[in-house]
Protein backbone atom coordinates (compact mmCIF):
# COMPACT_ATOMS: atom_id res chain seq x y z
CA UNK A 1 0.00 0.00 0.00
CA UNK A 2 2.54 2.05 0.61
CA UNK A 3 4.65 1.88 -2.77
CA UNK A 4 1.40 2.21 -4.31
CA UNK A 5 0.52 5.71 -3.00
CA UNK A 6 4.01 6.90 -3.68
CA UNK A 7 3.92 5.86 -6.96
CA UNK A 8 0.07 7.33 -7.66
CA UNK A 9 1.37 10.29 -5.41
CA UNK A 10 2.63 13.47 -7.77
CA UNK A 11 6.45 14.46 -7.49
CA UNK A 12 7.69 17.27 -6.68
CA UNK A 13 7.88 20.15 -9.24
CA UNK A 14 11.46 20.10 -11.09
CA UNK A 15 13.40 20.81 -14.28
CA UNK A 16 13.16 18.33 -16.68
CA UNK A 17 14.77 18.21 -19.56
CA UNK A 18 14.77 14.57 -20.90
CA UNK A 19 15.38 13.05 -25.05
CA UNK A 20 13.12 9.65 -24.95
CA UNK A 21 14.56 6.55 -26.91
CA UNK A 22 11.98 5.14 -28.64
CA UNK A 23 10.95 1.69 -30.58
CA UNK A 24 9.10 1.53 -33.83
CA UNK A 25 6.54 -0.93 -35.12
CA UNK A 26 4.56 -0.77 -38.21
CA UNK A 27 0.86 -0.44 -37.78
CA UNK A 28 -1.65 -2.93 -38.81
CA UNK A 29 -5.08 -3.94 -38.82
CA UNK A 30 -6.83 -4.62 -35.39
CA UNK A 31 -3.90 -2.39 -33.25
CA UNK A 32 -5.09 -1.84 -30.56
CA UNK A 33 -2.81 0.75 -28.22
CA UNK A 34 -3.41 -0.58 -24.63
CA UNK A 35 -1.73 -3.88 -25.81
CA UNK A 36 1.20 -2.07 -27.38
CA UNK A 37 2.36 -0.83 -24.34
CA UNK A 38 4.62 -2.36 -22.26
CA UNK A 39 8.19 -4.43 -23.83
CA UNK A 40 6.40 -6.81 -26.51
CA UNK A 41 4.46 -5.76 -29.47
CA UNK A 42 7.45 -6.67 -31.87
CA UNK A 43 8.73 -2.98 -31.72
CA UNK A 44 12.13 -2.23 -33.70
CA UNK A 45 14.58 -0.62 -31.15
CA UNK A 46 17.59 -1.47 -32.98
CA UNK A 47 17.25 0.21 -36.70
CA UNK A 48 16.29 4.28 -36.87
CA UNK A 49 13.41 5.33 -38.02
CA UNK A 50 14.39 6.57 -41.63
CA UNK A 51 15.00 3.17 -42.63
CA UNK A 52 11.38 2.20 -42.27
CA UNK A 53 9.37 3.21 -45.68
CA UNK A 54 6.81 5.58 -45.64
CA UNK A 55 2.91 4.39 -44.11
CA UNK A 56 1.32 4.32 -41.07
CA UNK A 57 3.43 3.45 -37.70
CA UNK A 58 3.33 2.90 -33.87
CA UNK A 59 6.37 4.81 -32.10
CA UNK A 60 6.47 3.85 -28.35
CA UNK A 61 8.77 5.72 -25.66
CA UNK A 62 11.01 4.02 -22.96
CA UNK A 63 9.76 3.84 -19.83
CA UNK A 64 9.71 7.31 -18.24
CA UNK A 65 11.20 8.21 -15.05
CA UNK A 66 9.57 10.18 -12.40
CA UNK A 67 8.40 13.49 -13.45
CA UNK A 68 6.66 16.66 -12.19
CA UNK A 69 3.01 17.73 -12.90
CA UNK A 70 2.15 20.39 -16.38
CA UNK A 71 4.88 18.49 -18.54
CA UNK A 72 4.59 18.63 -22.08
CA UNK A 73 6.05 16.59 -24.87
CA UNK A 74 8.08 18.24 -27.76
CA UNK A 75 8.97 16.79 -31.20
CA UNK A 76 10.06 17.97 -34.60
CA UNK A 77 7.62 18.54 -37.27
CA UNK A 78 7.08 16.41 -40.22
CA UNK A 79 5.40 15.67 -43.04
CA UNK A 80 2.55 13.26 -41.28
CA UNK A 81 -1.22 13.00 -41.73
CA UNK A 82 -1.71 12.60 -38.62
CA UNK A 83 -0.50 12.14 -34.75
CA UNK A 84 -2.11 10.73 -31.36
CA UNK A 85 -0.56 10.13 -28.59
CA UNK A 86 -1.40 8.21 -26.35
CA UNK A 87 -0.23 8.03 -22.13
CA UNK A 88 -0.01 5.54 -19.90
CA UNK A 89 0.25 6.01 -16.17
CA UNK A 90 1.21 4.19 -13.06
CA UNK A 91 -2.66 3.45 -12.14
CA UNK A 92 -3.24 1.71 -15.19
CA UNK A 93 -5.04 4.69 -16.85
CA UNK A 94 -5.01 5.38 -20.56
CA UNK A 95 -5.51 8.88 -22.11
CA UNK A 96 -4.80 10.29 -25.49
CA UNK A 97 -4.12 13.84 -27.02
CA UNK A 98 -3.12 14.11 -30.66
CA UNK A 99 -3.97 16.47 -34.02
CA UNK A 100 -4.07 16.09 -38.17
CA UNK A 101 -2.32 18.26 -40.61
CA UNK A 102 -5.03 20.95 -40.79
CA UNK A 103 -4.96 21.71 -36.73
CA UNK A 104 -1.32 21.01 -36.29
CA UNK A 105 -0.59 24.57 -35.93
CA UNK A 106 -2.25 24.81 -32.42
CA UNK A 107 0.76 22.50 -30.92
CA UNK A 108 3.39 24.52 -33.32
CA UNK A 109 6.29 26.07 -31.91
CA UNK A 110 8.94 28.34 -32.20
CA UNK A 111 11.49 26.03 -33.76
CA UNK A 112 8.96 23.95 -36.03
CA UNK A 113 8.45 21.45 -33.24
CA UNK A 114 5.51 20.58 -31.45
CA UNK A 115 4.50 20.72 -27.82
CA UNK A 116 1.51 18.60 -26.79
CA UNK A 117 1.09 18.64 -22.77
CA UNK A 118 0.01 15.62 -21.30
CA UNK A 119 -3.63 14.92 -20.18
CA UNK A 120 -3.56 15.85 -16.61
CA UNK A 121 -4.25 12.53 -14.28
CA UNK A 122 -4.20 11.29 -10.80
CA UNK A 123 -0.94 9.24 -11.34
CA UNK A 124 2.33 9.81 -12.96
CA UNK A 125 2.91 9.03 -16.75
CA UNK A 126 4.89 6.21 -16.71
CA UNK A 127 5.04 5.80 -21.06
CA UNK A 128 3.94 7.22 -24.21
CA UNK A 129 2.60 5.36 -27.55
CA UNK A 130 2.06 7.40 -30.55
CA UNK A 131 0.16 6.37 -33.06
CA UNK A 132 1.41 8.33 -36.63
CA UNK A 133 -0.64 8.09 -39.81
CA UNK A 134 0.60 9.24 -43.35
CA UNK A 135 3.87 9.39 -42.38
CA UNK A 136 6.23 10.52 -45.23
CA UNK A 137 9.31 9.43 -43.13
CA UNK A 138 11.91 11.69 -44.38
CA UNK A 139 13.44 12.48 -41.16
CA UNK A 140 12.21 10.19 -39.09
CA UNK A 141 8.74 9.22 -37.81
CA UNK A 142 8.71 11.25 -34.59
CA UNK A 143 11.91 13.71 -34.36
CA UNK A 144 13.66 13.56 -31.43
CA UNK A 145 11.10 13.62 -28.86
CA UNK A 146 11.54 15.10 -25.56
CA UNK A 147 10.05 15.94 -21.83
CA UNK A 148 9.69 19.17 -20.58
CA UNK A 149 8.49 20.87 -17.65
CA UNK A 150 7.49 24.39 -18.11
CA UNK A 151 10.34 26.56 -17.34
CA UNK A 152 12.48 24.64 -19.37
CA UNK A 153 9.75 25.20 -22.29
CA UNK A 154 9.73 28.56 -21.47
CA UNK A 155 13.06 29.01 -21.76
CA UNK A 156 13.23 27.37 -25.24
CA UNK A 157 10.76 29.40 -25.99
CA UNK A 158 12.67 33.02 -25.19
CA UNK A 159 15.90 32.08 -26.82
CA UNK A 160 14.37 30.96 -29.75
CA UNK A 161 12.44 33.92 -29.84
CA UNK A 162 15.73 36.09 -29.24
CA UNK A 163 17.53 33.94 -32.36
CA UNK A 164 14.69 34.29 -34.91
CA UNK A 165 13.70 37.93 -33.87
CA UNK A 166 17.71 39.10 -34.26
CA UNK A 167 17.68 37.17 -37.69
CA UNK A 168 14.66 39.13 -38.92
CA UNK A 169 15.86 42.31 -37.29
CA UNK A 170 19.20 42.10 -39.12
CA UNK A 171 17.46 40.97 -42.72
CA UNK A 172 15.05 43.80 -42.56
CA UNK A 173 17.87 46.11 -41.89
CA UNK A 174 19.83 44.55 -44.73
CA UNK A 175 16.71 45.02 -47.35
CA UNK A 176 16.09 48.54 -46.15
CA UNK A 177 19.27 49.56 -46.62
CA UNK A 178 19.78 47.97 -49.92
CA UNK A 179 16.07 48.99 -51.38
CA UNK A 180 17.46 52.41 -50.81
CA UNK A 181 20.91 52.07 -51.92
CA UNK A 182 19.32 49.92 -55.27
CA UNK A 183 16.80 53.10 -56.09
CA UNK A 184 19.59 55.41 -55.99
CA UNK A 185 22.15 53.55 -57.48
CA UNK A 186 20.32 51.31 -60.09
CA UNK A 187 22.90 48.94 -60.01
CA UNK A 188 21.85 45.21 -61.69
CA UNK A 189 22.59 43.34 -58.60
CA UNK A 190 20.24 44.95 -56.10
CA UNK A 191 17.17 43.82 -57.29
CA UNK A 192 18.13 40.00 -56.93
CA UNK A 193 19.58 40.80 -53.93
CA UNK A 194 16.85 42.21 -51.85
CA UNK A 195 14.44 39.40 -53.62
CA UNK A 196 17.12 36.96 -51.58
CA UNK A 197 16.48 38.51 -48.29
CA UNK A 198 12.72 38.77 -48.97
CA UNK A 199 12.90 35.38 -49.27
CA UNK A 200 14.92 34.21 -46.60
CA UNK A 201 12.83 36.33 -44.18
CA UNK A 202 10.19 33.99 -45.74
CA UNK A 203 11.94 30.75 -45.16
CA UNK A 204 12.71 32.20 -41.54
CA UNK A 205 9.10 32.46 -41.09
CA UNK A 206 8.10 29.18 -42.40
CA UNK A 207 10.99 27.18 -40.84
CA UNK A 208 10.53 28.19 -37.72
CA UNK A 209 6.89 27.40 -37.56
CA UNK A 210 5.78 31.38 -37.07
CA UNK A 211 3.88 31.07 -40.56
CA UNK A 212 2.21 27.93 -39.19
CA UNK A 213 1.09 29.46 -35.75
CA UNK A 214 0.25 32.76 -37.30
CA UNK A 215 -1.93 31.60 -40.52
CA UNK A 216 -3.09 28.75 -39.20
CA UNK A 217 -1.68 26.70 -42.07
CA UNK A 218 -1.77 22.98 -42.43
CA UNK A 219 1.42 21.51 -41.54
CA UNK A 220 2.24 19.70 -44.47
CA UNK A 221 1.44 23.11 -46.62
CA UNK A 222 3.71 24.90 -44.72
CA UNK A 223 6.53 22.27 -45.39
CA UNK A 224 5.68 22.71 -48.84
CA UNK A 225 6.27 26.30 -48.92
CA UNK A 226 9.40 26.05 -46.80
CA UNK A 227 10.64 23.85 -49.60
CA UNK A 228 9.97 26.28 -51.90
CA UNK A 229 11.29 29.80 -50.12
CA UNK A 230 14.14 28.12 -49.67
CA UNK A 231 14.72 26.98 -53.50
CA UNK A 232 13.70 30.53 -54.32
CA UNK A 233 16.49 32.29 -51.75
CA UNK A 234 19.18 29.70 -53.32
CA UNK A 235 18.15 30.69 -56.63
CA UNK A 236 18.15 34.53 -56.15
CA UNK A 237 21.74 34.20 -54.48
CA UNK A 238 23.13 32.61 -57.69
CA UNK A 239 21.54 35.04 -59.69
CA UNK A 240 22.49 37.65 -57.58
CA UNK A 241 26.05 36.13 -57.60
CA UNK A 242 26.08 35.81 -61.71
CA UNK A 243 25.16 39.89 -61.60
CA UNK A 244 27.24 40.89 -58.84
CA UNK A 245 30.48 39.52 -59.99
CA UNK A 246 32.92 40.89 -62.72
CA UNK A 247 31.85 39.33 -65.94
CA UNK A 248 35.67 37.71 -66.15
CA UNK A 249 34.52 35.56 -63.19
CA UNK A 250 31.54 34.08 -64.90
CA UNK A 251 32.56 33.39 -68.46
CA UNK A 252 32.37 30.49 -70.19
CA UNK A 253 30.53 27.19 -69.20
CA UNK A 254 29.82 28.99 -65.77
CA UNK A 255 27.13 31.55 -66.66
CA UNK A 256 25.04 29.22 -68.47
CA UNK A 257 25.22 26.49 -65.79
CA UNK A 258 24.05 28.88 -63.34
CA UNK A 259 20.95 29.19 -65.52
CA UNK A 260 20.65 25.51 -65.80
CA UNK A 261 20.95 24.87 -62.11
CA UNK A 262 18.81 27.60 -61.50
CA UNK A 263 16.05 26.29 -63.34
CA UNK A 264 16.66 22.90 -62.27
CA UNK A 265 16.33 24.09 -58.59
CA UNK A 266 13.07 25.76 -59.90
CA UNK A 267 11.66 22.50 -60.99
CA UNK A 268 12.69 20.34 -58.31
CA UNK A 269 11.22 22.83 -55.76
CA UNK A 270 7.99 23.38 -57.49
CA UNK A 271 7.63 18.70 -58.11
CA UNK A 272 7.90 18.61 -54.34
CA UNK A 273 5.25 20.85 -54.21
CA UNK A 274 3.06 19.43 -55.99
CA UNK A 275 3.65 15.86 -56.07
CA UNK A 276 4.25 15.34 -52.59
CA UNK A 277 3.47 12.72 -50.77
CA UNK A 278 3.25 10.76 -53.74
CA UNK A 279 6.59 9.21 -54.54
CA UNK A 280 8.04 11.16 -51.40
CA UNK A 281 11.15 9.96 -50.88
CA UNK A 282 12.04 9.98 -54.83
CA UNK A 283 10.92 13.60 -55.09
CA UNK A 284 12.81 14.49 -51.51
CA UNK A 285 16.32 12.84 -52.82
CA UNK A 286 15.76 14.38 -56.65
CA UNK A 287 15.46 17.94 -54.30
CA UNK A 288 18.36 16.99 -52.09
CA UNK A 289 20.47 16.63 -55.06
CA UNK A 290 19.35 19.77 -57.28
CA UNK A 291 20.36 21.71 -53.96
CA UNK A 292 23.56 19.94 -53.97
CA UNK A 293 24.52 20.41 -57.59
CA UNK A 294 23.90 24.16 -57.04
CA UNK A 295 26.42 24.09 -53.93
CA UNK A 296 28.71 22.41 -55.99
CA UNK A 297 28.40 25.08 -58.87
CA UNK A 298 29.30 27.69 -56.66
CA UNK A 299 32.86 26.20 -55.69
CA UNK A 300 34.13 27.33 -59.32
CA UNK A 301 32.49 30.54 -58.82
CA UNK A 302 34.49 31.41 -55.56
CA UNK A 303 37.48 30.16 -56.46
CA UNK A 304 37.28 32.89 -59.71
CA UNK A 305 36.08 35.24 -57.23
CA UNK A 306 38.71 34.62 -54.62
CA UNK A 307 41.52 35.16 -57.72
CA UNK A 308 39.79 37.76 -58.97
CA UNK A 309 42.00 41.26 -59.45
CA UNK A 310 38.73 42.66 -57.42
CA UNK A 311 38.94 43.03 -52.88
CA UNK A 312 35.37 42.80 -52.68
CA UNK A 313 35.15 39.61 -54.83
CA UNK A 314 37.31 37.93 -51.91
CA UNK A 315 34.94 39.27 -49.46
CA UNK A 316 31.57 37.93 -51.27
CA UNK A 317 33.69 34.39 -51.57
CA UNK A 318 34.32 34.56 -47.81
CA UNK A 319 31.01 35.27 -47.23
CA UNK A 320 29.52 32.58 -49.09
CA UNK A 321 32.04 30.08 -47.26
CA UNK A 322 30.33 29.65 -44.03
CA UNK A 323 26.96 28.91 -46.22
CA UNK A 324 28.66 26.18 -48.23
CA UNK A 325 29.61 24.27 -45.33
CA UNK A 326 26.27 24.64 -43.22
CA UNK A 327 24.50 23.82 -46.74
CA UNK A 328 26.55 20.67 -47.12
CA UNK A 329 25.68 19.47 -43.75
CA UNK A 330 22.42 20.11 -44.87
CA UNK A 331 22.40 18.40 -47.70
CA UNK A 332 24.20 15.37 -45.57
CA UNK A 333 21.42 15.49 -43.38
CA UNK A 334 18.98 15.15 -45.66
CA UNK A 335 21.21 12.08 -47.42
CA UNK A 336 20.66 9.98 -43.97
CA UNK A 337 24.35 10.92 -43.66
CA UNK A 338 24.29 12.65 -40.44
CA UNK A 339 21.98 12.13 -37.64
CA UNK A 340 19.24 15.11 -37.38
CA UNK A 341 19.92 18.14 -35.42
CA UNK A 342 17.77 21.37 -34.63
CA UNK A 343 20.82 23.43 -35.05
CA UNK A 344 21.85 21.55 -38.35
CA UNK A 345 18.25 21.93 -39.36
CA UNK A 346 18.75 26.03 -38.99
CA UNK A 347 22.01 26.39 -39.59
CA UNK A 348 20.96 27.81 -43.07
CA UNK A 349 19.44 31.35 -40.90
CA UNK A 350 22.35 31.50 -38.96
CA UNK A 351 24.72 30.54 -42.13
CA UNK A 352 22.96 33.23 -44.56
CA UNK A 353 22.45 35.54 -41.56
CA UNK A 354 26.25 36.11 -41.72
CA UNK A 355 26.55 36.12 -45.44
CA UNK A 356 24.30 38.80 -45.83
CA UNK A 357 26.34 40.90 -43.34
CA UNK A 358 29.42 39.98 -45.47
CA UNK A 359 27.67 40.52 -48.54
CA UNK A 360 26.41 43.68 -47.34
CA UNK A 361 30.14 44.64 -46.95
CA UNK A 362 31.12 43.49 -50.39
CA UNK A 363 28.17 45.43 -51.63
CA UNK A 364 29.37 48.77 -49.81
CA UNK A 365 33.01 48.15 -51.19
CA UNK A 366 31.63 47.29 -54.70
CA UNK A 367 29.56 50.51 -54.36
CA UNK A 368 33.09 52.27 -53.30
CA UNK A 369 34.71 50.98 -56.29
CA UNK A 370 32.32 51.86 -58.84
CA UNK A 371 31.70 55.48 -57.43
CA UNK A 372 36.01 55.42 -57.58
CA UNK A 373 35.70 54.21 -61.65
CA UNK A 374 32.68 57.26 -61.91
CA UNK A 375 34.97 59.57 -60.29
CA UNK A 376 37.78 58.58 -62.40
CA UNK A 377 35.77 58.46 -65.98
CA UNK A 378 34.28 62.19 -64.69
CA UNK A 379 37.88 63.40 -63.92
CA UNK A 380 39.30 62.17 -67.17
CA UNK A 381 36.10 63.17 -69.19
CA UNK A 382 36.56 66.76 -67.65
CA UNK A 383 40.47 66.44 -68.35
CA UNK A 384 39.19 65.63 -71.95
CA UNK A 385 37.17 68.98 -72.05
CA UNK A 386 39.76 70.51 -70.91
CA UNK A 387 41.99 69.80 -73.68
CA UNK A 388 39.51 70.51 -76.16
CA UNK A 389 38.79 74.00 -74.46
CA UNK A 390 42.12 75.03 -73.64
CA UNK A 391 45.36 75.71 -75.81
CA UNK A 392 47.94 72.57 -74.85
CA UNK A 393 50.83 74.78 -75.08
CA UNK A 394 50.01 77.90 -73.12
CA UNK A 395 46.96 76.21 -70.72
CA UNK A 396 44.95 79.59 -72.12
CA UNK A 397 41.76 79.10 -73.59
CA UNK A 398 41.50 78.44 -77.79
CA UNK A 399 39.74 80.44 -79.64
CA UNK A 400 36.30 77.92 -79.85
CA UNK A 401 36.07 77.92 -75.59
CA UNK A 402 36.64 81.95 -76.02
CA UNK A 403 33.99 82.47 -78.27
CA UNK A 404 31.54 80.09 -76.60
CA UNK A 405 32.10 82.14 -73.51
CA UNK A 406 32.21 85.66 -75.02
CA UNK A 407 29.14 85.41 -77.37
CA UNK A 408 26.30 86.65 -75.84
CA UNK A 409 27.09 89.45 -73.71
CA UNK A 410 25.12 92.69 -74.43
CA UNK A 411 27.09 94.68 -71.86
CA UNK A 412 29.92 97.08 -73.53
CA UNK A 413 33.41 94.66 -73.34
CA UNK A 414 36.66 95.72 -74.26
CA UNK A 415 38.69 93.64 -76.47
CA UNK A 416 42.25 93.75 -77.00
CA UNK A 417 44.03 91.59 -79.69
CA UNK A 418 47.70 91.24 -78.93
CA UNK A 419 50.57 89.66 -81.80
CA UNK A 420 53.67 88.67 -80.80
CA UNK A 421 56.32 90.90 -83.06
CA UNK A 422 58.75 89.15 -85.49
CA UNK A 423 57.94 86.04 -84.12
CA UNK A 424 59.28 84.34 -87.01
CA UNK A 425 62.69 85.50 -86.38
CA UNK A 426 62.12 83.78 -82.71
CA UNK A 427 61.60 80.83 -83.48
CA UNK A 428 64.56 80.98 -86.61
CA UNK A 429 66.89 82.27 -83.79
CA UNK A 430 66.28 80.10 -80.75
CA UNK A 431 64.56 76.97 -82.32
CA UNK A 432 60.75 75.69 -82.30
CA UNK A 433 61.30 74.43 -78.76
CA UNK A 434 63.03 78.15 -77.61
CA UNK A 435 59.83 79.62 -79.39
CA UNK A 436 57.66 77.38 -77.76
CA UNK A 437 59.15 78.48 -74.13
CA UNK A 438 59.02 82.14 -75.33
CA UNK A 439 55.03 81.73 -75.74
CA UNK A 440 54.74 79.74 -72.59
CA UNK A 441 55.86 83.06 -70.69
CA UNK A 442 54.69 85.51 -72.69
CA UNK A 443 51.70 83.85 -71.91
CA UNK A 444 52.38 84.08 -68.30
CA UNK A 445 52.55 87.77 -68.52
CA UNK A 446 49.13 87.80 -70.26
CA UNK A 447 47.74 86.39 -67.08
CA UNK A 448 49.54 88.88 -64.79
CA UNK A 449 48.35 91.15 -66.70
CA UNK A 450 43.85 90.59 -66.65
CA UNK A 451 41.97 90.94 -64.17
CA UNK A 452 40.23 87.37 -62.89
CA UNK A 453 37.10 88.27 -64.62
CA UNK A 454 38.94 88.32 -67.83
CA UNK A 455 38.65 86.03 -70.22
CA UNK A 456 42.19 85.05 -71.58
CA UNK A 457 42.76 82.91 -75.51
CA UNK A 458 45.38 82.24 -77.22
CA UNK A 459 43.65 82.21 -80.85
CA UNK A 460 46.67 80.64 -82.53
CA UNK A 461 50.27 81.09 -83.63
CA UNK A 462 51.39 84.01 -82.05
CA UNK A 463 48.12 86.11 -81.78
CA UNK A 464 46.35 86.09 -78.27
CA UNK A 465 42.99 87.90 -77.59
CA UNK A 466 41.75 89.28 -74.04
CA UNK A 467 37.96 90.48 -73.21
CA UNK A 468 37.19 92.25 -69.93
CA UNK A 469 34.22 94.17 -68.87
CA UNK A 470 34.45 98.43 -70.33
CA UNK A 471 35.39 99.85 -66.98
CA UNK A 472 39.03 98.19 -67.42
CA UNK A 473 39.52 100.95 -70.19
CA UNK A 474 43.29 101.26 -69.29
CA UNK A 475 43.57 97.16 -69.69
CA UNK A 476 45.50 97.75 -73.02
CA UNK A 477 48.70 99.79 -71.30
CA UNK A 478 48.77 97.49 -68.27
CA UNK A 479 49.12 94.64 -70.58
CA UNK A 480 52.03 96.62 -72.69
CA UNK A 481 53.83 97.67 -69.93
CA UNK A 482 53.37 93.90 -68.50
CA UNK A 483 54.76 92.53 -71.94
CA UNK A 484 57.71 95.23 -71.94
CA UNK A 485 58.79 93.98 -67.87
CA UNK A 486 58.91 90.42 -68.75
CA UNK A 487 61.80 88.74 -68.79
CA UNK A 488 61.79 85.96 -72.05
CA UNK A 489 63.97 82.96 -72.47
CA UNK A 490 67.62 83.60 -73.13
CA UNK A 491 67.11 87.52 -72.37
CA UNK A 492 65.47 87.49 -75.71
CA UNK A 493 64.03 91.08 -76.09
CA UNK A 494 60.20 90.07 -77.22
CA UNK A 495 57.67 92.98 -78.14
CA UNK A 496 53.93 93.03 -78.93
CA UNK A 497 51.77 94.98 -80.55
CA UNK A 498 48.03 95.62 -79.55
CA UNK A 499 44.85 96.38 -80.97
CA UNK A 500 41.53 97.45 -79.07
CA UNK A 501 38.40 97.81 -79.20
CA UNK A 502 35.41 98.36 -77.32
CA UNK A 503 31.99 97.28 -77.67
CA UNK A 504 28.99 94.94 -76.95
CA UNK A 505 28.90 91.11 -78.17
CA UNK A 506 25.27 90.07 -78.12
CA UNK A 507 25.47 87.88 -81.17
CA UNK A 508 27.69 86.52 -83.35
CA UNK A 509 27.23 89.33 -85.84
CA UNK A 510 28.84 91.74 -83.26
CA UNK A 511 31.74 89.68 -82.35
CA UNK A 512 32.97 89.94 -85.72
CA UNK A 513 32.14 93.70 -86.30
CA UNK A 514 34.24 94.14 -82.76
CA UNK A 515 36.73 91.72 -83.75
CA UNK A 516 37.28 93.37 -87.67
CA UNK A 517 37.63 96.69 -85.95
CA UNK A 518 40.17 95.45 -83.33
CA UNK A 519 41.99 93.43 -85.86
CA UNK A 520 42.34 96.63 -87.87
CA UNK A 521 43.67 98.49 -84.81
CA UNK A 522 46.33 96.04 -84.50
CA UNK A 523 47.28 96.08 -87.80
CA UNK A 524 47.74 100.12 -87.69
CA UNK A 525 49.99 99.39 -84.36
CA UNK A 526 52.29 97.24 -86.72
CA UNK A 527 52.55 99.68 -89.35
CA UNK A 528 53.22 102.52 -86.76
CA UNK A 529 56.39 100.70 -85.60
CA UNK A 530 55.16 97.57 -83.63
CA UNK A 531 55.82 97.50 -79.80
CA UNK A 532 52.89 99.79 -79.24
CA UNK A 533 49.20 100.14 -78.95
CA UNK A 534 46.16 101.33 -81.16
CA UNK A 535 42.29 102.09 -80.55
CA UNK A 536 40.15 101.05 -83.15
CA UNK A 537 38.93 104.90 -83.14
CA UNK A 538 42.65 106.44 -83.44
CA UNK A 539 43.29 103.84 -86.39
Known sequence: MILSALLL????SASTDLVLRTCFRAASAGDRPERLFGSGGGFDCTHTQRSAPPGDYWVRSSPLP??????????????????????????????????SSASAWRYLQLGAAFEMPLPAAAAPPVQLLWHVRGAANLRGLVLQPQLLSPDVAQRHALQLTAFYAGFVGLAGALLIFNIALGAALRQRFHLPYCAMVVFLIGYAASSSGLLGQVAGLDNNLRL????LLLAATLCSAMLFARRFFAPRVTRGWLRPAIDTAIAALLAASLAYVLFMPHLARLLDRVMTLAFFATLLLTLPLLWRGWHAED???????????????????????????LDWSFWIDNSTLIAMALEAGCSALAIAWRIKQLNEDCDQAREQELRARLLADSDPLTGLMNRRSFLREAIGRSEP????????????????????DGGDQVLRVFADALRHSVPP?????????????????????????????QIRAATMPFDLAVTASLGSECGAIASEADWKLLYRRADDALFAAKRAGR????????A
Do not use: C
Open 9 to 12: APTA
Open 66 to 99: AVGPDIVVRSGSLWQERVTLYVRYADGTLRSVGF
Open 224 to 227: RINV
Open 311 to 337: RYARVFAFAWGLPLLTATARVLQALNL
Open 413 to 432: HVLVLVDIDHFKRVNETLGH
Open 453 to 481: EALLARFGGEEFAVLAPAAAIALPETILM
Open 531 to 538: DRLRWAEA
